[in-house]
């Protein structure tokens, strides 16, 4: 039987600003549960970006902190939301860091494939697929939506037939009530 | 009483149908939202058995009113075609001042009251149906608070509760609430959810929520004790396993739950529905 103690903080919406801040565990070290209750939440921030993108290691370490703790400290001042686009803004806050002479195309093709995916996963929306297109590279990454009983969701990478536009900013995207990007109507600024 | 289990992606198919086809299984709860691209006509026609929904990311407590009936609709087709003989979903805190929570947060049970209920009403009434509320795995002691607020929310908003018995454990190791506490709810909803729990990564003796393992034996324990108040005509409980989908693993789970139940080698019956 576990060992139940006393606990300083009493509800778990006092600790919300610090669900999301690795930065101030530190702060709860005499609190187990509430020191336990940031970290899980923590990890999930934590797996999220290195188990979907394990080329980031590469960059930090095998224990993701270098990458990871200052990431999470900019997209608190920039008040990032983690939505889908979540993988896109780690690579632009790495265009900006100390490891920019390090990034490459694959880890690039990463990141947006992992954005794709998590729309793909997680989107309620009607839209059925997105593209999401960068101004370093040609063709769009795609995410669609399981539209059968026994498929998954999926991404792949398509070349253009004609060449587009470039998003505005370093991505963009665009969504698709359709199992298929067949039309460009335009880049959407990725949601912060 | 009928024992289910959770079906959130395509590649468990061939699992579901094996564990209906086996007797295992005498419904699937489809988390809904999952599959909100494939035609109602498919849906309708997966499973050889009566289904259940489950609703995970309609984040009905902050999501805005436009997006929230748009979703109802299309919800609203699915149950329409598909007959689920429950509704259910989430009372959690997806996010904090427009910033996602990757870990899901608790509600706080005390001054939350008035605007939960209010929002809870009003998503049942776009639902259309009965909704069934699921028990938060509780670390922090608010949890605590959670059987009292349950009780009223039903009786003034008329939702159900969805009961987790696992997560009503974890909420026991961690908090010290009784597990006597949720005797109102277990004797008079006919909703029940159970899944594996580990101890978290740094302290052994915090609980946290997993659906990745075995029952635990104080789950076992938990179940067997209360069993004549789960059990009623039209009882459901549902099985969740999200990672680690290992089929012998699942089955010597379900077959657990079947015996407690003294459902062993009892051919699947009609799920008795709850439709209001």
């Known amino acids: 039987m576990p060992l139940i103690r006393p606990s300083r903080i009493r509800i778990d919406s006092e600790l919300l600003d610090a669900l999301s801040a690795p930065a101030s565990q530190q702060n709860y070290a005499d609190d187990v549960r509430a020191f336990v209750r940031i970290d899980h939440s923590i990890r999930t921030y934590w797996h999220t970006l290195f188990d979907v993108c394990p080329g980031l290691l590469r960059l930090s370490g095998p224990d993701g902190q270098s990458v990871f703790r200052p990431f999470m400290a900019w997209a608190a001042e920039q008040r990032l939301s983690f939505g889908w686009s979540y993988y896109l803004w780690v690579y632009i806050w790495l265009r900006q860091s100390e490891f920019r002479g390090l990034l490459d195309s694959d880890l690039r093709l990463s990141l947006m494939a992992a954005s794709a995916a998590r729309w793909a996963t997680f989107d309620r929306s009607k839209a059925a697929a997105i593209a999401i297109g960068c101004m370093e590279v040609q063709g769009l990454v795609c995410g669609f939506k399981p539209c059968a009983l026994d498929a998954s969701m999926t991404v792949e990478y398509q070349e253009l037939e004609k060449a587009i536009a470039s998003p505005d900013g370093q991505f963009g995207f665009f969504t698709s009530s359709g199992p298929e990007i067949d039309r460009f109507p335009g880049w959407y600024a990725i949601p912060k | ?276």
């Open chain 2, 1 to 276: 009483m009928q024992i289910g289990f959770n079906f959130t992606s395509g590649s468990a198919l061939p699992l579901v149908r094996q564990l209906i086809s086996e007797g295992r299984i005498d419904f699937v709860e489809i988390l809904i939202d999952n599959f909100l691209q494939v035609a109602p006509r498919e849906l309708a026609a997966a499973f050889d058995c009566p289904v259940a929904f489950h609703i995970m990311f309609s984040k009905f407590l902050e999501s805005d009113l436009d997006f929230l009936e748009d979703l109802a609709g299309r919800l609203r087709t699915y149950i329409d075609a598909l007959k689920p003989v429950y509704v259910s979903d989430h009372l959690l805190r997806f996010s904090h001042e427009g910033r996602n929570l990757f870990h899901f947060a608790e509600i706080d049970y005390v001054s939350e009251y008035d605007a939960v209920r209010e929002r809870v009403e009003w998503w049942q009434s776009r639902i259309g149906r009965r909704l069934y509320l699921e028990n938060y795995p509780s670390i922090m002691d608010g949890g605590r608070d959670a059987p009292a607020f349950f009780e009223r929310l039903t009786r003034e908003s008329g939702v159900g509760v969805l009961f987790d018995l696992s997560n009503a454990v974890i909420t026991n190791l961690n908090c010290g609430l009784s597990l006597d506490a949720w005797h109102d709810i277990i004797s008079t909803t006919t909703r029940f959810h159970v899944a594996g729990y580990h101890t978290s990564f740094i302290k052994p003796h915090v609980i946290v929520d997993s659906h990745d393992r075995e029952l635990s034996s104080e789950t076992d324990t938990f179940l067997e004790s209360r069993r004549q108040y789960i059990e009623k005509p039209g009882s459901t409980i549902t099985y969740e396993r999200d990672f680690n989908i290992e089929r012998d693993s699942i089955s010597a789970d379900l077959d657990n739950l079947r015996r407690i139940f003294g459902l062993l080698g009892e051919s699947r019956r009609q799920v008795q529905g709850n439709v209001v």
